[in-house]
């Protein structure tokens, strides 16, 4: 068959059922599995066996929306995550430990930067953080012999800048590492950073992909396409044997479509246990079968009401792709045609004062900390998600002082536009 089209795999791909079983994706929520005899389950334990035994490791319902995540990314193999914080920990710490060094984008979610520079730090990973506009020398500059990864998002949140993936695959892949894209932002149905030159891609599903603020969950896909075996020295926790499963060498046994995201699996969901839970993995599903119609209709009401604030007396400034005279709106066009995100970013004349005032008026978008999903909702980042940070770290994260966060939702874009001008029109 024909490679088949997004709107197609968010209803069809990742779990096909046999006659007379359930249509929809089962809830299987059950903690074990069990087997006839030891030595079948031992053959699982030498990872000499695929089957189910434990959900910390795997579950069926899980597997069935990775699988969903992997087809919509073009991806080889996917895992879900108990969120996105652990998606983005996961995916990085399972080629970078101690010792070892990432190069970053400064323009990243609050939570990732925090993971990266204080936690993971902490844990012994080195990260250099580069502006995603910089020079080529200074993105050449920040590589070290001893990187691993090299981590951006495709528009970052809460800064809006669009990652020139094509520029960042190409400066990992001359230093002989893979480009990790957080594409949460996008969705698969707006990018797909693989096609781009991206090795593993990230998300939170909590945010787009389920749509409803219902579950907190993410996910990590892997291409398949670095070939970890010809910078061996650099993956030896990919290409030489592991003796916590009787020296099995992932590249061997699982090939370079599945050797990423396995290790992950056994060794990191293992230990760390960030598993997602049937239920939540249910209400992901449930949102990446309706995710192509939301995600267009989130596009259509953020354009609207970025065209309507850019005319707005009140606004001092504004940062959505889809607007012409946004920085990143010819890069938007490259990677992102069809459309961004439904979350703009402005900023009040009058500053902190004027923006909270401005955001304590409003009647139908709410104060959350969340971005995202069906509601429209709004932030001040600086004195919430980017409260630890010093001005130069703001700066350097694109975030300003007086910068609001607006979500738009799937309500009525006319209704929202009302609600904005009756709340400006009192500041
Ligand atoms: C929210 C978010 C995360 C973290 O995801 P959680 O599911 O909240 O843990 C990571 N990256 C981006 C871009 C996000 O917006």
New binding site residues.
Partial sequence: MKELHPETLCIQAGYSPKSGQPRQVPIIQSTTFPYDTADAMGALFDLEASGYFYSRLQNPTCDHVAAKIAALEGGTAAMLT???????FYAVFNIAGCGDHIVSSTA??G??YNLFAVTMKRMGVEFTFIDPDCSEEELRAAFRPNTKAVFG?T???PALRVLDIERFAKAAHEHGVPLIV?N??ATPINCRPIEWGADIV??????YIDGHGAA???CIVDSGKFDWTAHAEKYPGLCTPDESYHGVTYVERFGLGGAFITKATVQLMRDFGSCQSPQSAFLVNLGLESLPVRIKRHCENAQQIAEHLQKHEKIAWIRYCGLESDPYHARAKKYLPNGSCGVISFGVKGGRAAAAAFMGRLKLASIAT???DARTCCLHPAGTTHRQMSDAELAAAGVSPDMIRLSCGLENAADLIADIDQALGAV
């Avoid at 108990?82 to 983005?88: D, E, F, P, V, Y």
């Avoid at 990230?202 to 945010?207: D, L, Q």
Wanted: without cysteine; proline residues 0%.
């Fill in positions: 108990s969120s996105g914080q652990a998606a983005s990243i979610y939570g990732t998002e528009i970052a949140n957080d949460t932002f990230t998300h939170s599903t909590t945010k907190i969950g993410g969340h971005v995202a």
